[in-house]
C-alpha cells in the first residue's frame, strides 16, 4: 500500500511564513511521498518561492510539486525552481521522477498544465495566433505529460498537475470560466499511460473527487477545497484509490 498525500493552493507570503509547516505534524509518519499541486506562492515573487520552500524543506518524506500560474505571475519561476530544488524538494515540469515507497516503485510525472475546456465545449486552435497560442500551449503540454507518464520505470502511475484533466472537479466554479481550470486534452493523456492516480488544484470552489473518462480516479487538493493540511490517499493492489481514514486528522 503507497500512502499519498496531497495539497495544492498554498498562496504563501512572508506574512505567514512558518504557518502551514506547523500543519505538517506527523506526514512523515503517515505518508510515503507528499504531492503539492501548484500555486505554492500568492504573486510568484522569489521572496515567496524562498517561503514555500521553508515551509516544505525537510518533512522527513519525498516532497514532489508542480508550479501553478500563481508561481509564474511575476516571470520569476525559474528562479523559484531553483530556489525550491536547492532545498531538496523535486519540481516538475513535463517530465517524472520515481520514488521507492516500501519496494513498490511509484512513477509521478506532471507539470503546470493549461487551459482549453472540455470536450464540447472547448477552444480550437483556429484563427487567430493569439488562439492558436493558447490551444498549442496545451496540445504541447499534453503531449510531454504523456510521454513523461509513458516512459516512468514504475509499478504505479500518478499525474501531478496544478490544472484539471476533468470536469468532475470543477463543479462548483462558474462553467463560464471552466476554460481557464484546465482541458480534457490531460485526461486523454492521463488515460493513454495507464495512470492510477491524478491530482491537481487550482479550482478553489470545486469539488474535491472526479474521474477520467477512462475511469482514472481524479482528485482537487486545492486547500480551500480538502479544508486540511493535505489530504491522505491509499493506492492498494496498484489499481484501487481510497482516501485515508488518517487524512481526517492531517489538519487542522
Do not use: W
Not at 38 to 58: F, I, K, P, Q, S
Not at 70 to 95: C, F, K, M, N, P
Amino acid at each position: 500500500m503507497i500512502r499519498v498525500a496531497a495539497v495544492g493552493d498554498l498562496h504563501v507570503g512572508p506574512e505567514v511564513a512558518g504557518a502551514y509547516r506547523e500543519r505538517l505534524g506527523g506526514l512523515a509518519g503517515n505518508a510515503d511521498v507528499f504531492l503539492v499541486a501548484g500555486d505554492l506562492t500568492r504573486h510568484g515573487t522569489v521572496e515567496e518561492g524562498r517561503v514555500a520552500a521553508g515551509e516544505l524543506r525537510d518533512l522527513g518524506v519525498p516532497v514532489i510539486t508542480v508550479l501553478g500560474n500563481h508561481d509564474y505571475h511575476s516571470d520569476a519561476q525559474d528562479e523559484i525552481t531553483a530556489v525550491l530544488r536547492d532545498a531538496g524538494i523535486t519540481v516538475l515540469e513535463g517530465d517524472g521522477t520515481v520514488v521507492d515507497c516500501q519496494g513498490v516503485r511509484l512513477g509521478v510525472a506532471g507539470g503546470k498544465g493549461f487551459g482549453g475546456g472540455f470536450q464540447g465545449r472547448c477552444a480550437s486552435d483556429f484563427g487567430e495566433p493569439e488562439m492558436k497560442a493558447f490551444v498549442g500551449h496545451t496540445k504541447e503540454f499534453a503531449g510531454r505529460l504523456g510521454c513523461a507518464l509513458l516512459e516512468l520505470d514504475a509499478d504505479v502511475r500518478v499525474a501531478l498537475t496544478h490544472y484539471s484533466p476533468v470536469e468532475d472537479t470543477l463543479a462548483g466554479e462558474p462553467p463560464e470560466i471552466y476554460p481557464f481550470l484546465g482541458s480534457y486534452l490531460m485526461a486523454e493523456a492521463i488515460d493513454a499511460a495507464g495512470a492510477t492516480l491524478a491530482i491537481h488544484g487550482h479550482a478553489h470552489k470545486g469539488t474535491e473527487k472526479g474521474e477520467t473518462p477512462g475511469g482514472v480516479r481524479v482528485r482537487n487538493v486545492a486547500l480551500p477545497v480538502i479544508h486540511q493540511a493535505y489530504a491522505m490517499y491509499c493506492i492498494d493492489g496498484f489499481d484501487e484509490v481510497r482516501p485515508s481514514a488518517l487524512a481526517s486528522g492531517a489538519a487542522r
